[in-house]
């Protein structure tokens, strides 16, 4: 059925005020009455179907029967209505004589506050199983369908329920739920309906078929019912116009008429009957629930009402359910997340390990590219943006809407980026001062939607009346969405956000390290430009003597003068020879040039050796040196002439930096596998700040000062690089200026104790001086304990089958072993049996892991020969308590 709506002004449409209609739809009755004195004011026309006589003028509660606990219950209703601005279901009985014969008594009525009066609106009551069966199935839906809500795994699936539950309430032809988007569109998700009716399931509508002012005012009147659309209205008397009081606010009315361009959309669609619900969560429109019938369909107060419970149900079981599904969502996301994360660590940071796994990287946000930005520091995935672009949208947002910002349809505002079939961007901001970003894009996609309507019908250049008549095509047509990508969501944002921590981290840590470089460059310059002015004077020194000398044997004939000169240029030129010696021994080790012998020595030997080279030394500033050597003689695995030179350079730098007459001490003993050697004295000592630099290259400390007796500097870096040659470690404390130092150097004792410290990267000896080992048959597990335990300076290795486990355990030699109980084929208990069999298995301790922790386990992994059992996941604290 399709016809105009006659002399409607369509060029005012938009401003209709719809909740001040002054008329009621007719199948129910309006009484209006003050606030103080209870006096009826404004009764819908139609009243005078009911009353025998004008109640205007009358006080509400003599038109009721003379029940007095009844009237007591109205007055509190009212007084609750007043307080709440909320509507409440009431239960009346007119008073017989005044009504007309024929009248019923019994009404189901609502009473609410207009904001100038208590309005009460009456509909006759209903039949006793049309009252009850509603209560009944809602009773029936809250304790057998509800329930089941949690394990339903879509939204379709829950809403189909609803609009099925509704359905039968009613008994209309079609009952769809229908979901609003952010533009107000809206969607069709669930629908049940007559078979001979057309299907609305998953088609859209413009936000133009609701228009704003009646989503504002269904946020507060939550149903809507238009029985007949050919149904007379009823209007309120006295008229505003003849009375001169305020329009009756009618925004919580049940009968309020509707505007005729809505009940012309309705008949346009073949319906003469029409109910609708809204679906509120958080005070904003969801959605709505909209009901269809072709003849008129009366649907009682009370069950209507129901229906309204219903939808507050219905509303808050919507947003759980999408609040259930994007957390699902975010769990296997943050799961991805969390197994990229485990990765990372000191050795491996997140630039490598977002470019190695750049598949799953991109995949935890559904992204085609992704982009790191800072100052030091680019990192590109996938299809992207060029940085210009991305750096000039961030730009443009600093300045305007702000962050995070995100966008599906990229071409409207930079239609550059159609070249590169990027439509979508997520730019969350590191420092926003900095430009320091990451950035995340998605491809355009072409979505197909189903439209209702016309597909050029309410076109923007159509005249305005056009545009606001009601729908007159409810043809469906389909449309190809373009130039958009997928909409970045909250969930999106918040996993970006927890990255984005860990890029803070890096980019601070980055920053820092950058800094850090910067100021060791500028240490290490201004220790080169020392060491060049040091080694420019120290060739000086010995130069002037033996040109002078030269000079000198030139012109004299005595012997005595020349026997003296002669011995003058010698010592200076072994001097000068001594200089460049060092410099060439730390460019050849440097290089990887030098050879060393290797072979079983005495230590007493060495060190006689060491101190027969610095006895001139020693003797000319006066120094006692005692050598506090062992009771047995102990050997040292090395080339003779380099540990001569590692000790004699020692000794030679604690003469040099000690006063005359001063004291220096050589020790011996031994730790384990390895001979420890250390030589103190009771010299100028060194800054606690100059610690870290004695064994580098170009450093003196304090090179310019009255301490310093010559030389270039290079006698420690040479200790520490020969050292480092022989898989030993060289140290040096000191308790500051005046107090002394003490330099100690830890040696393998014999060939066996070289090749257990045999480490291809001579630095990490140093630093990777524990060894632990995990056998685990869950690898991602092994990855993440690897990652935690290097990160403390630990050497760690990962065994994921406990078949292989004893060969690895031979050749890694490790300190610390944690072995998982319930493994296949050998379970822990059987595996640290066969290990503790090892002879490499002496002094090394075994730690038990599983999910339990009861006593039963923790005796069951101590008569297996643990040292203790742990309950699994370890943390890297329990790791840290370990190996310390």
């Given at each position: 059925?399709?016809?105009?709506?006659?002399?409607?002004?369509?060029?005012?449409?938009?401003?209709?005020?719809?909740?001040?209609?002054?008329?009621?739809?007719?199948?129910?009755?309006?009484?209006?009455?003050?606030?103080?004195?209870?006096?009826?004011?404004?009764?819908?026309?139609?009243?005078?179907?009911?009353?025998?006589?004008?109640?205007?003028?009358?006080?509400?509660?003599?038109?009721?029967?003379?029940?007095?606990?009844?009237?007591?219950?109205?007055?509190?209703?009212?007084?609750?209505?007043?307080?709440?601005?909320?509507?409440?279901?009431?239960?009346?009985?007119?008073?017989?004589?005044?009504?007309?014969?024929?009248?019923?008594?019994?009404?189901?009525?609502?009473?609410?506050?207009?904001?100038?009066?208590?309005?009460?609106?009456?509909?006759?009551?209903?039949?006793?199983?049309?009252?009850?069966?509603?209560?009944?199935?809602?009773?029936?839906?809250?304790?057998?369908?509800?329930?089941?809500?949690?394990?339903?795994?879509?939204?379709?699936?829950?809403?189909?329920?609803?609009?099925?539950?509704?359905?039968?309430?009613?008994?209309?032809?079609?009952?769809?739920?229908?979901?609003?988007?952010?533009?107000?569109?809206?969607?069709?998700?669930?629908?049940?309906?007559?078979?001979?009716?057309?299907?609305?399931?998953?088609?859209?509508?413009?936000?133009?078929?609701?228009?704003?002012?009646?989503?504002?005012?269904?946020?507060?009147?939550?149903?809507?019912?238009?029985?007949?659309?050919?149904?007379?209205?009823?209007?309120?008397?006295?008229?505003?116009?003849?009375?001169?009081?305020?329009?009756?606010?009618?925004?919580?009315?049940?009968?309020?008429?509707?505007?005729?361009?809505?009940?012309?959309?309705?008949?346009?669609?073949?319906?003469?009957?029409?109910?609708?619900?809204?679906?509120?969560?958080?005070?904003?429109?969801?959605?709505?629930?909209?009901?269809?019938?072709?003849?008129?369909?009366?649907?009682?107060?009370?069950?209507?009402?129901?229906?309204?419970?219903?939808?507050?149900?219905?509303?808050?079981?919507?947003?759980?359910?999408?609040?259930?599904?994007?957390?699902?969502?975010?769990?296997?996301?943050?799961?991805?997340?969390?197994?990229?994360?485990?990765?990372?660590?000191?050795?491996?940071?997140?630039?490598?390990?977002?470019?190695?796994?750049?598949?799953?990287?991109?995949?935890?946000?559904?992204?085609?590219?992704?982009?790191?930005?800072?100052?030091?520091?680019?990192?590109?995935?996938?299809?992207?943006?060029?940085?210009?672009?991305?750096?000039?949208?961030?730009?443009?947002?600093?300045?305007?809407?702000?962050?995070?910002?995100?966008?599906?349809?990229?071409?409207?505002?930079?239609?550059?980026?159609?070249?590169?079939?990027?439509?979508?961007?997520?730019?969350?901001?590191?420092?926003?001062?900095?430009?320091?970003?990451?950035?995340?894009?998605?491809?355009?996609?072409?979505?197909?939607?189903?439209?209702?309507?016309?597909?050029?019908?309410?076109?923007?250049?159509?005249?305005?009346?056009?545009?606001?008549?009601?729908?007159?095509?409810?043809?469906?047509?389909?449309?190809?969405?373009?130039?958009?990508?997928?909409?970045?969501?909250?969930?999106d944002v918040d996993t970006a956000n927890r990255l984005n921590r860990m890029f803070l981290v890096y980019a601070l840590d980055v920053q820092e390290r950058m800094h850090t470089s910067i100021?060791?460059?500028?240490?290490?310059?201004?220790?080169?430009?020392?060491?060049?002015?040091?080694?420019?004077?120290?060739?000086?020194?010995?130069?002037?003597?033996?040109?002078?000398?030269?000079?000198?044997?030139?012109?004299?004939?005595?012997?005595?003068?020349?026997?003296?000169?002669?011995?003058?240029?010698?010592?200076?030129?072994?001097?000068?020879?001594?200089?460049?010696?060092?410099?060439?021994?730390?460019?050849?080790?440097?290089?990887?040039?030098?050879?060393?012998?290797?072979?079983?020595?005495?230590?007493?030997?060495?060190?006689?050796?060491?101190?027969?080279?610095?006895?001139?030394q020693v003797k000319a500033k006066k120094h006692d040196i005692s050598v506090n050597y062992l009771g047995e003689d102990v050997t040292v695995y090395g080339d003779k002439a380099r540990l001569?030179?590692?000790?004699?350079?020692?000794?030679?730098?604690?003469?040099?930096?000690?006063?005359?007459?001063?004291?220096?001490?050589?020790?011996?003993?031994?730790?384990?596998?390895?001979?420890?050697?250390?030589?103190?004295?009771?010299?100028?000592?060194?800054?606690?700040?100059?610690?870290?630099?004695?064994?580098?290259?170009?450093?003196?400390?304090?090179?310019?000062?009255?301490?310093?007796?010559?030389?270039?500097?290079?006698?420690?870096?040479?200790?520490?690089?020969?050292?480092?040659?022989?898989?030993?470690?060289?140290?040096?404390?000191?308790?500051?200026?005046?107090?002394?130092?003490?330099?100690?150097?830890?040696?393998?004792?014999?060939?066996?104790?070289?090749?257990?410290?045999?480490?291809?990267?001579?630095?990490?000896?140093?630093?990777?001086?524990?060894?632990?080992?995990?056998?685990?048959?869950?690898?991602?597990?092994?990855?993440?304990?690897?990652?935690?335990?290097?990160?403390?300076?630990?050497?760690?290795?990962?065994?994921?089958?406990?078949?292989?486990?004893?060969?690895?355990?031979?050749?890694?030699?490790?300190?610390?072993?944690?072995?998982?109980?319930?493994?296949?084929?050998?379970?822990?208990?059987?595996?640290?049996?066969?290990?503790?069999?090892?002879?490499?298995?002496?002094?090394?301790?075994?730690?038990?892991?599983?999910?339990?922790?009861?006593?039963?386990?923790?005796?069951?992994?101590?008569?297996?020969?643990?040292?203790?059992?742990?309950?699994?996941?370890?943390?890297?604290?329990?790791?840290?308590?370990?190996?310390?």
């Amino acid at each position: 059925m399709t016809r105009l709506v006659p002399n409607f002004n369509f060029e005012r449409c938009e401003d209709e005020l719809i909740h001040v209609p002054e008329s009621i739809q007719s199948y129910g009755f309006l009484i209006a009455f003050n606030y103080e004195d209870l006096k009826i004011a404004v009764v819908s026309e139609n009243c005078d179907s009911v009353f025998a006589e004008k109640i205007i003028g009358k006080n509400f509660l003599d038109i009721l029967s003379s029940d007095s606990s009844e009237r007591t219950f109205l007055e509190e209703t009212f007084d609750r209505v007043a307080q709440n601005k909320i509507r409440l279901p009431i239960k009346l009985h007119l008073k017989a004589p005044m009504l007309k014969d024929g009248a019923a008594i019994d009404y189901l009525a609502v009473v609410y506050d207009s904001g100038n009066h208590y309005v009460v609106e009456l509909e006759p009551a209903t039949e006793f199983r049309d009252a009850y069966s509603a209560e009944q199935f809602i009773k029936l839906y809250a304790m057998s369908i509800a329930p089941r809500f949690k394990e339903m795994s879509s939204l379709r699936e829950m809403a189909q329920e609803m609009v099925s539950t509704i359905r039968y309430l009613t008994n209309m032809d079609r009952v769809v739920l229908y979901k609003f988007n952010e533009d107000y569109s809206g969607k069709v998700i669930a629908e049940a309906k007559s078979d001979d009716m057309d299907s609305y399931q998953d088609l859209y509508f413009p936000a133009s078929d609701i228009p704003k002012q009646a989503r504002a005012l269904y946020k507060t009147n939550w149903v809507r019912l238009t029985p007949d659309t050919e149904l007379p209205a009823a209007r309120l008397i006295p008229s505003a116009e003849e009375s001169g009081r305020e329009p009756l606010d009618l925004t919580r009315s049940l009968l309020r008429t509707f505007s005729p361009i809505h009940l012309q959309y309705i008949r346009n669609q073949g319906l003469r009957a029409s109910f609708s619900i809204s679906l509120v969560t958080d005070g904003e429109l969801y959605g709505l629930i909209s009901c269809h019938h072709r003849e008129p369909c009366y649907i009682p107060q009370d069950v209507r009402l129901q229906c309204e419970n219903l939808s507050q149900l219905f509303s808050w079981h919507l947003l759980a359910k999408e609040e259930e599904i994007a957390k699902r969502k975010k769990n296997v996301t943050d799961k991805a997340v969390d197994a990229m994360l485990d990765k990372i660590g000191p050795a491996n940071p997140i630039s490598r390990v977002v470019k190695s796994g750049e598949r799953a990287f991109l995949e935890a946000l559904k992204s085609s590219g992704f982009v790191y930005f800072s100052q030091y520091e680019t990192i590109t995935l996938g299809d992207t943006l060029p940085i210009d672009l991305i750096k000039t949208i961030f730009s443009k947002v600093s300045e305007g809407s702000g962050f995070p910002y995100t966008n599906d349809s990229l071409y409207d505002d930079y239609p550059e980026a159609r070249e590169y079939g990027i439509a979508g961007i997520m730019v969350i901001p590191l420092f926003e001062k900095k430009q320091y970003f990451t950035a995340w894009f998605r491809k355009e996609t072409h979505r197909i939607q189903k439209w209702i309507g016309a597909e050029d019908e309410k076109s923007e250049d159509a005249p305005k009346a056009e545009r606001l008549k009601p729908r007159s095509s409810f043809t469906i047509h389909t449309r190809t969405i373009k130039g958009h990508s997928t909409t970045f969501d909250k969930t999106d944002v918040d996993t970006a956000n927890r990255l984005n921590r860990m890029f803070l981290v890096y980019a601070l840590d980055v920053q820092e390290r950058m800094h850090t470089s910067i100021q060791e460059l500028e240490k290490q310059d201004n220790y080169r430009n020392e060491f060049l002015a040091t080694l420019a004077h120290e060739l000086r020194n010995p130069l002037g003597p033996i040109m002078s000398g030269a000079s000198i044997l030139e012109t004299v004939d005595d012997d005595k003068t020349r026997k003296k000169v002669t011995a003058i240029i010698n010592r200076q030129a072994e001097y000068m020879s001594k200089l460049i010696n060092d410099l060439m021994d730390v460019s050849r080790i440097t290089r990887g040039k030098v050879k060393l012998e290797f072979e079983r020595l005495s230590i007493q030997d060495v060190l006689s050796d060491s101190l027969e080279i610095v006895e001139q030394q020693v003797k000319a500033k006066k120094h006692d040196i005692s050598v506090n050597y062992l009771g047995e003689d102990v050997t040292v695995y090395g080339d003779k002439a380099r540990l001569s030179q590692i000790f004699s350079n020692i000794i030679h730098n604690a003469t040099k930096y000690t006063n005359e007459s001063g004291k220096i001490v050589v020790d011996i003993k031994k730790d384990g596998v390895m001979i420890v050697v250390s030589v103190s004295d009771d010299g100028m000592g060194i800054p606690e700040d100059r610690l870290k630099d004695v064994f580098n290259m170009f450093t003196q400390i304090e090179a310019h000062s009255t301490h310093t007796k010559g030389g270039l500097g290079i006698g420690l870096t040479l200790v520490s690089k020969l050292v480092l040659l022989h898989h030993g470690e060289v140290s040096v404390k000191s308790e500051g200026l005046g107090k002394g130092s003490t330099f100690e150097v830890r040696l393998p004792i014999s060939k066996t104790a070289y090749e257990q410290s045999e480490n291809k990267e001579m630095e990490s000896v140093i630093q990777n001086k524990t060894k632990v080992m995990f056998v685990d048959d869950n690898a991602d597990l092994i990855d993440a304990y690897c990652l935690l335990t290097e990160a403390m300076g630990a050497t760690c290795l990962g065994v994921t089958s406990p078949k292989e486990a004893v060969a690895e355990f031979k050749a890694f030699k490790p300190d610390f072993v944690f072995l998982d109980i319930g493994m296949p084929e050998i379970d822990g208990y059987q595996l640290v049996k066969m290990l503790k069999l090892l002879p490499e298995a002496d002094n090394v301790k075994f730690y038990s892991q599983s999910g339990w922790g009861s006593e039963k386990y923790v005796e069951d992994s101590k008569a297996a020969g643990f040292d203790k059992h742990f309950v699994k996941p370890l943390s890297k604290e329990t790791i840290q308590s370990v190996i310390s």
